[in-house]
């Protein structure tokens, strides 16, 4: 998921980001690492990178 987050097509995108929170519900242990997965995408200086994982984030932590 980081290293393909730069990709700006959007099925791409939406793939990435859909992926990052369903993963993120099935447990506690995985949404500790789907936050942190978000957390570094965040860090890469692509639009589309920031996009997925301000959405992630969004819907992760307000859960």
């Excluded at 980001?17 to 369903?22: D, E, G, K, P, S």
């Excluded at 995985?30 to 639009?47: D, E, F, H, M, R």
């Amino acid at each position: 998921m980081e290293r393909e987050a730069w990709d700006d097509r959007n099925f791409v995108k939406k793939a990435i980001n859909w992926a990052l929170r369903q993963i993120g519900k099935r447990n506690n242990i995985l949404k500790v690492k789907a936050i942190n997965t978000a957390q570094n995408i965040y860090g890469q200086p692509s639009k589309s990178a920031k996009w997925i994982a301000k959405n992630a984030l969004d819907e992760l932590i307000s859960k």
